[in-house]
């Protein structure tokens, strides 16, 4: 959510960011706002003036029945009864017109960085640097499914009958080289200085709306019949809302924590061949990284924190590469997002295994997270990445580190994790 303030001042501005997004049915929104902001403004400064009038006319009150003039004193009360009605239905109006400008700015996307590239969907985000070198071996590479289960490792058709599609059982090795690569990223971030956290897996609904847009609300989120939780969808929406109306100082900044976490996504529409298996799936663990900065660091974490995770595949013998993603692909709260992709021997492609973003103020400001510095109070800005997704970075680690045999090796780094084991076999 952008500052009103701003809306107010630069309205062209706004809808031409608007119009970047590829969002021209918001356009209508900004002189609405304007609008109903002004009323509001209105109502609010004649609600004042009634209650200074109050004020001047119970003292005067005060001072005629102290002289006696009971008949002139009841007609001020008289005319004091009446501004208090006229106040209430002032009052009344200041909120309506206030709810009105808060429900549509909750829809207008935030201002995004000038560095963002200009497209309508993810088809138009920029290739910015790989790194490593993409190989194809001279073997053929089966579908992700298919080493799993050579290897004993995975089982869709007992989870389809116990959870319907979307889910899977993970079973041996695989299980194990699951867990190891997310305790891996555990030990990984907090050797970068991040603060390990196990946050709550349920949000209540205004911890959820401050985190993201209610269209991603809608598409991602399963909510808790009969209760106000959500399972959440990333450990990113529990931990930026661990600060939910909270004033910090400002020597606790940044505030640097790496989290663990099951996963829940709707994931609605229909997917390709290759989102079978366990590529897109209702339930995944991850470990996130979420940094609560003031607004002049955020450019800096942002980039440090793509590549601590550019680092991490690269120390897994995975090749990768990072996208700039265009203004249409960004989520409505997000200034800026670089997504990083492995790639896939299989399919002779990169794919999507982890998103950093720059949400600017907008969630402090939707969260009342505000920060105590030395010139007064002001809005953090707020950042989050993927550290790791297993199952999905499975795909990108089995494809890379198979052999023509159907072993698959496993990278020193990841051996201590694993019980000293250097290769898993069919």
């Known amino acids: 959510m952008i500052d009103i303030k701003f809306l107010r001042e630069n309205p062209e501005i706004v809808k031409d960011n608007i119009r970047n997004k590829f969002q021209e049915e918001k356009l209508p929104l900004v002189d609405e706002v304007i609008e109903y902001d002004k009323k509001a403004r209105q109502a609010q400064q004649q609600a004042d003036d009634l209650r200074a009038n109050r004020k001047k006319i119970s003292k005067q009150i005060g001072a005629l029945m102290g002289q006696g003039k009971k008949d002139e004193a009841e007609a001020l009360k008289e005319q004091v009864n009446k501004d208090a009605e006229k106040l209430a239905e002032l009052e009344q109006l200041e909120v309506q017109m206030q709810e009105e400008v808060h429900k549509r700015m909750m829809v207008i996307p935030n201002i995004i960085d000038p560095q963002v590239p200009i497209g309508k969907d993810d088809t138009e985000n920029v290739e910015v640097e790989k790194f490593g070198e993409p190989v194809v071996p001279d073997f053929e590479i089966p579908y992700h499914a298919e080493i799993m289960e050579a290897l004993s490792g995975l089982d869709l058709d007992g989870a389809r009958k116990v959870a319907g599609n979307g889910f899977y059982y993970l079973l041996g090795d695989i299980a194990r080289l699951h867990s190891s690569i997310i ?29 993201m847009s209610f269209a991603e609300m809608d598409a991602m989120m ?76 955020s450019k800096e974490w942002f980039d440090k924190m793509w590549q601590y995770t550019v680092e991490l595949f690269r120390s897994l013998d995975i090749p990768v590469r990072t996208l700039e993603c265009c203004s249409g692909d960004l989520a409505d709260l997000k200034v800026r997002s670089i997504d990083v992709e492995a790639w896939s021997p299989r399919q002779q492609k990169y794919f999507e295994v982890g998103s950093c973003s720059n949400l600017g103020d907008a969630q402090a400001r939707r969260l009342k997270i505000r920060v105590n510095g030395e010139k007064g109070k002001y809005l953090p800005h707020t950042l989050n990445n993927t550290v790791v997704a297993p199952p999905r970075m499975l795909i990108a680690f089995l494809e890379n580190n198979l052999n023509a045999d159907g072993s698959v090796n496993i990278p020193k780094v990841l051996q201590p994790y694993m019980g000293g084991q250097e290769v898993m076999r069919p």
């Open 183 to 211: 305790s891996y990223a555990r030990d990984f971030m907090i050797n970068k200085g991040f603060t390990y956290c196990v946050p709550p897996f349920m949000i209540r609904g205004d911890v959820a709306s401050g985190v």
């Open 222 to 297: 399963y909510k808790i019949e009969g209760e106000d939780l959500y399972l959440i969808g990333t450990s990113e929406h529990s931990m930026i809302g661990r600060f939910i109306d909270t004033i910090l100082q400002e020597k606790e900044l940044p505030q640097t924590l790496t989290s663990y976490s099951p996963c829940f996504r709707k994931e609605k529409g229909a997917h390709g061949i290759e989102e079978r298996g366990v590529y897109r799936i209702h339930q995944f663990e991850k470990q996130e990284m979420i940094v609560v900065c003031k607004p002049e660091e």
